[in-house]
């Protein structure tokens, strides 16, 4: 039983934090400007999360501790309260993006526009952290996420000439009509979508809160790595629903309907129901993941009491965090940002973030005081030292192509 | 991790502390050492100090004295001290610091409890 949940909590953390509103976005418009030739990108995101989810997972296990607590310890409190200060705004930028999605996926249900959805996503989110028992939720965010297959399926029904996509996949070269710093800008976002902060914030935690031990450490192996391969798999065909039929028609992506149009061309009425479950599902999984990785990291740098398992009252302070920052995000969606273009830039700066939260988790995973002889080995240490250096390179490169680029127009 | 020789930068310093009931209370913010056996002597540990009032020197700077600011504008002592917990309180250090006192008791809960009465608590259902 517990060997099952240790699973569906990677699962989970994939579909709503691997697969979110940053990664439908992201997929769409990298799909519809280059085709293939960004697959790649996912392949690296890929590997980098599935690395450190598994060792913030191991260090969760065998130290009882989540990801914040050893940010803090090893950056020591002043880097460890920057983090705080860059992890917690990231995440609320990528709050406004999820709640955003939420409410769009009610909008292109009932034709009513998405503003006066937002105070209804914003009621759910509160009551569904307040009163649901946290399992049913995750299994039904987990079961009803799978309906994003729907891309999957689309791609495989639009047959197309596989040894071609094979081709652009594996020896990817940019579209002429692209500029080399917009293709980098946009790669950056996708890999930024694919690996938000957050995702780990709240799989470690949980991984403490369902108090996992040593004999958890195979499904830990298993729910990081399956989770977020499945979660690459629903990326990479979403990139080529919008590859196929967007790419060669011109049409670019500005918002969550032309997305939408790339399953209902393909598999009519029951396409597009499919994608708005989905939609909604991971953005509604996103939208608690963030709000909850808030709390934790916040109480964590702080020392106070935290947990979804705990009651309100007997986690006040972390309750109040998550509150805050559902506020905060609904109020941003509601100035009539542009929530697609709100999400791009959420997802830049989420890759900025990356390196102050894996640096120490690579440390860490290394110290034999805790780890004992499930440290990582040598071979785990110099691919996720190289994939450091990626991320390190990536952070540095996002700002500067950010604004060389306006924004990657 | 049971030892005999610890790291107070590494093992002791920002770690979680949890008190007689096993309820997180806040981190070791910043310790308090002492030359208890005279100047020749090392000095011993003999306080742990906690809160943000202990952060803020801690951390330095304007950030430093902008957590001090906020903490001092929040509490509702006139001249607050950061708490201080002796060490001699100090069960056992693993994976936090483990206290033989109640948090109540050390004043570590002041925050937690007047958030909870005055703001969570109100709200149906908690």
């Known amino acids: ?409 | 991790m049971t030892r005999d020789i610890f790291d107070l930068d590494l093992d002791i310093l920002d770690r979680q502390m949890l008190d007689s009931a096993g309820v997180p209370c806040g981190n070791v913010d910043d310790l308090e050492l002492e030359f208890v056996d005279g100047p020749n002597k090392p000095p011993v540990v003999t306080k742990i100090l906690t809160t943000p009032g202990a952060l803020g020197p801690r951390i330095g700077g304007l950030t430093g004295r902008i957590i001090t600011g906020i903490w001092r504008w929040f509490h509702p002592e006139r001249d607050p001290q950061p708490v201080a917990i002796d060490w001699k309180d100090v069960v056992i250090v693993d994976f936090a610091v483990h206290l033989s006192v109640h948090r109540e008791e050390a004043g570590l809960s002041r925050g937690e409890d007047w958030v909870r009465d005055h703001i969570i608590g109100k709200i149906p259902g908690a």
């Open chain 1, 1 to 409: 039983m517990k060997k099952a949940l240790a699973i569906t909590l990677g699962v989970v953390t994939s579909i709503g934090g691997f697969f979110d509103m940053g990664s439908i976005v992201l997929t769409g418009q990298t799909g519809a400007r280059f085709g293939f030739s960004l697959v790649w990108v996912v392949a690296l995101a890929t590997i980098t999360i599935v690395l450190y989810a598994e060792m913030a997972g191991r260090i969760a296990t065998l130290s009882k501790r989540p990801v914040f607590d050893v940010v803090r310890e090893r950056l020591g409190p002043g880097f460890g309260l920057a983090n705080l200060g860059a992890s917690f705004l990231i995440n609320v930028i990528t709050l406004v993006a999820e709640i955003a999605g939420v409410a769009i996926a009610f909008q292109l249900v009932t034709g009513v526009t998405y503003y006066l959805w937002v105070p209804l996503a914003l009621i759910l989110a509160f009551f569904v952290l307040w009163k649901v028992k946290f399992e049913r939720m995750e299994r039904a965010v987990g079961i009803l996420g799978l309906t994003m297959l729907v891309f999957a399926v689309a791609m495989w029904r639009l047959h197309p000439d596989w040894s071609s996509v094979l081709h652009q996949t594996l020896l990817p070269s940019k579209p002429s009509s692209e500029t080399l710093a917009s293709y980098l800008y946009v790669g950056v976002a996708l890999f930024g979508s694919a690996i938000t902060p957050y995702e780990l914030f709240f799989y470690s935690s949980g991984a403490v809160e369902e108090g996992w031990n040593k004999s958890d450490l195979l499904s830990n192996r298993i729910s990081s790595y399956a989770g977020f391969i499945f979660g690459a798999v629903l990326s990479v065909t979403a990139i080529g629903v919008a590859a196929l039929i967007f790419q060669p028609r011109h049409i670019g992506v500005h918002d969550l309907s032309t997305i939408a149009l790339g399953p209902t061309f393909v598999l009519g009425k029951l396409g597009l129901a499919a994608f708005l479950i989905g939609l909604f599902m991971t953005t509604f999984g996103a939208t608690l993941e963030v709000t909850l990785s808030n709390g934790y990291i916040v109480s964590q740098y702080f020392g106070w009491p935290w947990g979804k398992m705990l009651r309100p009252k007997q986690a006040a302070r972390f309750n109040l965090v998550m509150i805050v920052s559902l506020l905060i995000g609904a109020f941003i969606v509601l100035t009539s940002l542009d929530p697609v273009a709100v999400t791009d830039i959420a997802m830049v700066f989420a890759a900025v973030g990356l390196p102050l939260t894996y640096f120490p988790i690579l440390v860490v995973a290394n110290d034999r005081e805790y780890m004992g002889e499930s440290g990582n080995g040598k071979v785990l240490n110099v691919v996720a030292s190289v994939f450091l250096v990626v991320i390190c390179i990536i952070a540095l490169a996002a700002i500067p192509l950010m604004i060389w680029t306006k924004l990657g127009t």
